[in-house]
C-alpha cells in the first residue's frame, strides 16, 4: 500500500513539475519583442516597415518587380488579354505569308558590352509587310515586349525597364544564329516610330518566348552593335 501511495505522489509531482515548466515558459520575458525584425533577412525587415520610412534604395533593394503599378499601355498592356490576342494574330499572318512576315527580337543586355554583349531572345513579331514596316511593328508592341523581357530575364533586365533596346533579326534563324553566321546582323528597332500608335493590331503579332523552370533561355554573343566577332565566327 505505502509503495503505491510513494508512486502515486512521485506522478503528481511529475506533471505539477512539467505544468510549472510549460507555465514559465509562456510567461518568461522574452529576450526580443515579437514584432522585433531581430534575425530576419534584410528585405523582410525593409517590407515590415511603414511604407513612409523606406527609403528609395530601400525600396529598390526589395524588388524591382514588386513595386511595379498595374499594367499600363491600354491595348498593348502587359495582360493575358492582349496578349492572347496578339498571338492569335501572330498565327494568322504567319499562316499567310510564312517566315517573310517574321522578326525575331532580341534585347541587349545592359551589363554587358564589347565583343561579349549579350542579346536575349524575346520573341517573335509578325506583321502584313505590304502595309506595317518592322520599326512601326515593333515600336507598337514596345510595351509588351519590353515587359516580357524583364519577367523572363528578371535578374539581369529587370532593373533596366523602360530602358531596354529591342534588335530584330529575320524571322526563323535562331539557330543560324546560335551557329555564329557572320551574314546575319541585329538591327536595333525604335522604341517609338511615326505613325505606329495608328496601326491596327489585327495587322500585326507577337508570339513571346516562353522559359521554364529548367530552361536557361536562349541568347546570342554579339558586339555592341549586333555584329558576330570575328573570333566567333563559325563556333
Not at 525575331?104 to 554583349?117: E, F, L, M, N, Q
Not at 523581357?149 to 524571322?171: D, Q, S, T, W
Amino acid at each position: 500500500m505505502g509503495t503505491i501511495l510513494n508512486n502515486h505522489c512521485l506522478v503528481v509531482a511529475v506533471l505539477l513539475s512539467t505544468t510549472l515548466t510549460i507555465t514559465s515558459a509562456f510567461t518568461r520575458p522574452m529576450p526580443f519583442p515579437l514584432c522585433n525584425s531581430h534575425g530576419l533577412s534584410r528585405s523582410i525587415r525593409i517590407q515590415l516597415q511603414p511604407l513612409h520610412m523606406i527609403s528609395e534604395e530601400e525600396k529598390d533593394y526589395i524588388s524591382p518587380m514588386r513595386n511595379r503599378p498595374q499594367p499600363k499601355g491600354g491595348d498593348v498592356a502587359y495582360t493575358n488579354e492582349n496578349i492572347i490576342r496578339q498571338n492569335n494574330h501572330f498565327n494568322n499572318i504567319r499562316k499567310a505569308g510564312g517566315s517573310d512576315c517574321i522578326l525575331d527580337i532580341y534585347t541587349r543586355d545592359p551589363s554587358t558590352s564589347g565583343s561579349s554583349t549579350r542579346f536575349w531572345y524575346v520573341g517573335k513579331v509578325a506583321r502584313c509587310t505590304g502595309t506595317v514596316s518592322k520599326e512601326a511593328a515593333v515600336a507598337r508592341q514596345f510595351n509588351l515586349l519590353e515587359e516580357h523581357a524583364c519577367r523572363i530575364r528578371p535578374i539581369e533586365l529587370g532593373r533596366c525597364f523602360g530602358k531596354l533596346e529591342m534588335f530584330a533579326a529575320p524571322g526563323d534563324t535562331e539557330l543560324r544564329m546560335s551557329e555564329n553566321d557572320p551574314t546575319i546582323r541585329l538591327e536595333i528597332m525604335p522604341r517609338s516610330w511615326e505613325g505606329s500608335k495608328d496601326v491596327p493590331l489585327l495587322e500585326i503579332g507577337l508570339n513571346l518566348d516562353i522559359v521554364t523552370n529548367q530552361g536557361a533561355g536562349f541568347f546570342v554573343t554579339r558586339n555592341e552593335d549586333g555584329v558576330v566577332p570575328p573570333d566567333m565566327i563559325g563556333k
